[in-house]
């Protein structure tokens, strides 16, 4: 039997939708499950309607699910919103206050339940163990998370929680449910794992040193967890005033010498765009994430997009290299952040990183144990490295475009650097010739850049049609290439995860193979689409685009192809 | 043992002839020869404007970076290195104006450096419009009708927001200057020295007379600059006297001292652990 469950927890911000999904999660991860968890709110902190929606798979899985089989409807608004989403054989749980009656709703006494077990409080795990009752969950394995969870908070609140539980389990003991399953003890299969959480984690393998941020969603959460971490690590994280003086903080930190990182959205990200410029001409490695959500302006705070790929790869006035990634999944993210410090730092440039808030606040299991790297590799030069330090010159011109970098006050070599053109000894100069060096100098990296960047991940590449999208999407692709290809479709896909500067060659190997392709994109106007046009001449035929903040169901996918492929 | 010469850059100085940066200038290699720091253990951040290429015309570590945007990029300098020697060069504009609200928090947060303010009232590097701190009526080609705002007071800024160091010197008077920026940088904290600077190109109103005759030194006044209320009244003087010397002065504790983790030395000293973090990883 294979499984492949949906749950979908649904009520008002604050009535504690988020810590009851990530009960369900520890449970399935427990019990050696895969997940993926999304989060869907709204930006207040309290009322409206928010859901966690967390698909249970024997199998590793990567994107949402359209149908629910088991809705636990914290309100009434939850019930009439998403009835409509149930699969056949669903149910819906619902306090029996908010009503009862309708065939596939089963209204159980929460409330009632919650005060005999020691009050409201208690409200969520009486619904977590009627939900987990009704899947089938042995009753050993919600009360060995319980105590993961609560175990810290005392005897008492234990002991309440477990009654809480075994409250939630006999109300639904007579009540049938096609859904459920049987559970196997298996061991876990990697740790749950968010993408900003992921991110954090990589920040951390690159090195990261200092931090500077301001509060942004969908970008917070990375913040939180690296802060959460602060105290074991030569890390400092810094809530700053605003956007710019994050970036010039992390600008002026990584000057003398430490990696450092910031983090925001589109908004934020407008702010930071001078100081990109300031790291482009003064060859200043710094790393930022740009978690994406709909915009433009304060757009949709909470929900997620992928529209700022064109602005990323040309934020700042003028001309410079820099390096842009947009990882699909939280286990690639810890990998790219890492090496997002490693190349910025070897080439001297800014590195952005692009996710969005689908990427940052979904729950996946890890696939693979995240490695520390044995040694960070620095590329920073000492006097003992100069003929003649006091000749130092902190914008030589080299064949790589790379000039030896030496921090400030470390030596005897002077560090000077001008945020106006300047010479190879790093003053002002407005002289022709040292304008030409410079901008010449820098690009002259570009080509070793191009080098380091992966070409777009292939997915059943030798087929005849190819969706092609990047980022977050992957997930959702390529489960609708899987339906498409049991279908008897001949169809694959293409993931680009690094982005910029654009692997071009590798582009082309890719797309001449097919003979039609059709973007996949959260945008309204395929951006990825016209770079590829751009930068390869190679024209789509087609685009399957969601704008609308919420993120990509597979079968959505598998609905737009079917416009254009019969 | 250092010596002026050691400072001397060879890169050709761009200011005015006459213009009162080149009194800062004298008065910030004077303080730094008699501090006996040496070049190599100097770094200067500016912003930009024509106080912000100061550390060009010096020989020294310097980060020349965005107009307004001096201090946040040595607050993260000092966050990474804590033992760097920090001094911070801006103008009116660069600091009040575009650079405001990063000196507001820079004051919150007291870290360790030096900022000196080239105040001359005018945007000299743009040619001569008003700046945050040009008096009301002043008269310039952008505002022909003259400024219609307020002047900046970001001496009595910094002292609401409980500046430790708080001063305002005068290029005019450089061994008065020196003696300040000397001060400032022995200091433990964030310090402010706001600087009446003579632009001799724009600013026509605020000359070297002009101040001349109205500066007092509160130094020669032995005036103790321990009280918030007398400094408040000092630093809201203006007109026909000018005080100029250390207004305030009180330490407390600065921003890296806060942070535990720097107790183990500069950020930049400290060496990556992979079994560290692959506990983390493997929680
Ligand atoms: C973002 C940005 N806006 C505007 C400018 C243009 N600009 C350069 S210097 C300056 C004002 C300089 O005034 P001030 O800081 O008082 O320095 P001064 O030249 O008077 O010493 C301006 C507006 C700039 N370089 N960057
Ligand atoms: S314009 Fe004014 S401030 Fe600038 S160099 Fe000339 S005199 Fe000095
Ligand atoms: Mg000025």
Redesign the pocket.
């Known amino acids: 039997m294979s499984i492949d469950i949906t749950v979908k927890i649904g009520g008002e911000a604050g009535q504690g939708i988020q810590t009851m999904g990530h009960m369900l999660a520890l449970v399935c991860r427990e019990a050696g499950l895969y997940l993926m968890a999304i989060n869907d709110f709204e930006s207040r902190i309290r009322g409206g309607h928010s859901f966690f929606q967390i698909r249970i798979c024997d199998k590793p899985v990567q994107a949402p699910h359209h149908k629910v089989h088991l809705l636990v409807a914290l309100n009434r608004e939850t019930y009439d919103l998403h009835k409509g989403q149930l699969a056949s054989g669903g149910r819906v749980i619902m306090d029996e206050i908010d009503g009862s009656g309708e065939g596939d709703l089963i209204a159980l006494p929460f409330s009632e339940l919650a005060k005999k077990a020691g009050g409201m409080i208690f409200a969520n795990t009486v619904a977590a163990g009627a939900c987990l009752a009704l899947l089938g969950t042995p009753f050993e394995l919600f009360k060995k998370v319980l105590s993961k969870q609560f175990g810290k908070k005392g005897a008492d609140v234990l002991e309440k929680n477990y009654y809480a539980a075994e409250l939630g389990y006999q109300v639904v003991k007579e009540v049938a449910f096609k859904w459920s399953f049987e559970w196997r003890a298996d061991k876990p299969k990697g740790a749950l794992m968010d993408g900003s959480k992921a991110i954090a984690l990589g920040a951390l393998a690159g090195d990261c040193r200092l931090a500077a941020f301001y509060p942004m969603s969908p970008a917070t959460g990375i913040m939180t967890h690296l802060s959460l971490l602060s105290d074991r690590f030569p890390l400092i994280v810094e809530q700053v005033e605003d956007e710019i003086a994050a970036v010039n903080a992390i600008i002026g930190a990584s000057f003398a010498g430490t990696r450092a990182m910031t983090s925001t959205s589109g908004g934020g990200f407008c702010l930071m765009t ?1 100081g990109l410029g300031l790291a482009g001409i003064t060859e200043t490695p710094i790393v930022i994430v740009n978690a994406q959500r709909p915009g433009p302006a304060t757009g949709l705070p909470t929900r997620t997009a992928q529209g700022d790929l064109h602005f990323v790869i040309r934020a700042s006035q003028d001309e410079f290299p820099r390096f842009v990634f947009a990882p699909g999944m939280p286990d690639e993210a810890y990998e790219i952040t890492s090496r997002a410090f490693h190349l910025s730092e070897k080439y001297q440039v800014p590195a952005i990183i692009l996710i969005d808030q689908y990427l940052a606040d979904s729950m996946y299991i890890a696939q693979k144990p995240y490695v520390a790297p044995e040694r960070i590799e620095r590329f920073i030069a000492q006097d003992d490295d100069m003929e003649n330090p006091q000749q130092y010159k902190r914008f030589a011109v080299t064949s790589t475009g790379v000039s030896p970098r030496a921090l400030p006050c470390a030596g005897k070599a002077l560090v000077v650097i001008s945020s106006d053109e300047h010479r190879e000894d790093g003053h002002i100069s407005e002289a022709i010739p040292d304008r030409i060096a410079m901008v010449d100098k820098r690009n002259a990296k570009v080509p070793f850049m191009i080098k380091e960047m992966n070409p777009p991940k292939e997915y059943y590449g030798e087929s005849g049609t190819l969706l092609v999208g990047w980022g977050s999407t992957e997930g959702a692709v390529k489960e609708a290439v899987d339906r498409l290809r049991d279908e008897g479709s001949d169809i694959g896909c293409l993931n680009f995860v690094d982005l910029w500067p654009f692997p071009a060659d590798a582009a082309v190997d890719a797309l001449k193979k097919t003979k039609q392709f059709l973007m996949v994109e959260q945008n309204s106007t395929a951006q990825l689409g016209q770079l590829l046009r751009e930068q390869t001449g190679f024209v789509h035929s087609g685009a399957i685009l969601k704008y609308d903040g919420r993120p990509f169901y597979p079968n959505e996918i598998v609905d737009g192809v079917k416009k254009y492929v019969r | 043992m250092v010596g002026i010469k050691d400072y001397e850059s060879l890169y050709k100085n761009q200011w005015c002839p006459g213009c009162g ?1 080149f009194g800062i200038l004298e008065a910030m290699k004077d303080a730094l020869v008699s501090l006996e720091i040496l070049p190599e253990k100097l770094l200067i951040v500016s ?6 290429k100061t550390p060009h015309f010096l020989k020294c570590n310097m980060f020349h970076a ?3 945007r001096a201090l946040p990029l040595a607050t993260g300098a000092k966050l990474a290195n804590h033992d760097l020697k920090i001094l911070v060069n ?6 009040y ?2 650079g405001g609200n990063h000196f507001m928090h820079a004051i919150r947060r007291n870290v360790d450096l030096t900022l000196l303010v ?1 105040n ?1 009232k ?5 040619k001569g419009q008003a ?1 945050p701190t040009s008096d009301f009526g002043m008269v310039t080609p952008m505002q022909p009708r003259g400024v219609i705002s307020e002047p900046f007071n970001g001496l009595a800024v910094a002292l609401a927001l409980g500046a430790g160091f708080v001063a305002r010197g005068f290029s005019g008077n450089r061994e008065h200057l020196s003696r300040l920026i000397r001060e400032g940088m022995q200091f433990k904290g964030f310090s402010l020295i706001d600087i009446m600077q003579p ?1 001799v190109s724009f600013n026509r109103i605020n000359t070297y007379n002009w101040y001349k005759k109205r500066a007092y030194d509160l130094f020669e006044e032995d005036y103790m600059p321990d009280d918030l209320e007398n400094a408040m009244k000092l630093a809201r003087q203006w007109g026909d006297r000018i005080p100029i010397g250390v207004l305030y002065r009180k330490e407390k504790q600065n921003f890296a001292k806060h942070i535990d983790v720097l107790n183990k030395g500069p950020l930049i000293s400290q060496q990556y652990d992979p079994a560290r973090l692959q506990a983390v990883l493997d929680a």
């Open positions: 001078e | 940066n912003g930009i404007g024509q106080a912000a965005l107009h307004g801006s103008g009116d504009g660069d600091c104006g575009e080239h001359n005018t945007y000299g590097l743009t700046s632009c």
